[in-house]
């Protein structure tokens, strides 16, 4: 079992920034994948950003270049740096690991709101 708990959600004006953090404890494996994902109101989950344990990162193309996600592997964490947000960018936002079909865990979420 991992657990996930997220910290660093809010509120904020447009134009504002935000950082996320998570940490995962417990069954730690070497070789895994920190991402987070976000969910609107009446809409799906989607990726935001992921970043491996050998440190390859992907983005979705909507927060590149706004975003930046990082991650220490000494202290199982991960960061989302959010820069220049946008209203669309409202959502909760989830923490993930994966290492593996079977070792496929979430965070709780936290809020994000960005007023206009």
């Known amino acids: 079992q991992v657990q996930l708990v997220e910290s660093g959600g809010g509120l904020v004006q447009a134009g504002g920034s935000l950082k996320l953090s998570c940490v995962a404890t417990g069954s730690i494996y070497g070789r895994n994948v920190l991402g987070w994902y976000r969910q609107a109101p009446g809409k799906q989950r989607e990726l935001v950003a992921h970043v491996s344990s050998g440190g390859e990162t992907v983005y979705a193309d909507s927060v590149k270049g706004r975003f930046t996600s990082s991650r220490s592997n000494a202290q199982n964490t991960i960061y989302l740096q959010m820069n220049n947000l946008k209203p669309e960018d409202t959502a909760v936002y989830y923490c993930?690991?994966?290492?593996?079909?079977?070792?496929?865990?979430w965070g709780q979420g936290t809020q994000v709101t960005v007023s206009s």
């Open positions: 993930n690991y994966w290492a593996g079909a079977a070792f496929n865990y």
